[in-house]
């Protein structure tokens, strides 16, 4: 990850079966914004498409949000999520980071217009990404 005190881009992901969502932020802004959502299978996107979001923004870093349950056991989704992180890792050998993203659809859907909701039930999904990485920046570390 970058060092503390390091600017820069990151990317976020907010994992799940069919879309994964994605955010972009910068550390010395602290702030992140949404990117929409991927296609998946069984949580796996579309390479293809990933490498065109590195390629573009560059991140120094990537964030994977990690689904856990209130008492911070692991849950149905945390396995495939550890997966996706390992794999962004793997295939682009950027640092890749996890972090705790219990309650962040629920922010996303409070942020989101309803009409957007309704226009564009995946738009979740990328708002999500943004709440999992400004989630990293808060907590210090980046």
Same mark, same amino acid.
């Given at each position: 990850m970058p060092e503390p005190g390091e600017d820069g881009t990151l990317l976020a992901f907010d994992p799940g079966e069919q879309h994964i969502g !994605?955010?972009?932020?910068?550390?010395?802004?602290?702030?992140?914004?949404?990117?929409?959502?991927?296609?998946?299978?069984?949580?796996?996107? &579309?390479?293809?498409? !990933?490498a065109e979001l590195i390629e573009r923004w560059r991140p120094r870093a990537l964030v994977v949000g990690l689904p856990l349950h209130a008492d911070g056991s692991d849950s149905t989704s945390t396995a495939l999520a550890r997966r996706l992180a390992g794999r962004l890792h793997g295939r682009f050998?950027?640092?890749?980071?996890? !972090? &705790?993203?219990?309650?962040?659809?629920?922010?996303?859907?409070?942020?989101? &217009?309803?009409?957007?909701?309704?226009? &564009?039930?995946?738009?979740?999904?990328?708002?999500?990404?943004?709440v999992i990485l400004e989630t990293y920046f808060a907590q210090g570390a980046a």
């Open positions: !994605v955010a972009v932020g910068e550390r010395l802004l602290a702030s992140a914004r949404s990117l929409g959502s991927l296609p998946a299978r069984a949580g796996q996107p &579309d390479w293809r498409q !990933v050998g950027l640092p890749v980071a996890t !972090v &705790d993203e219990r309650l962040s659809s629920h922010e996303a859907a409070l942020r989101l &217009d309803p009409r957007t909701r309704r226009r &564009d039930p995946t738009a979740v999904h990328g708002e999500a990404a943004s």
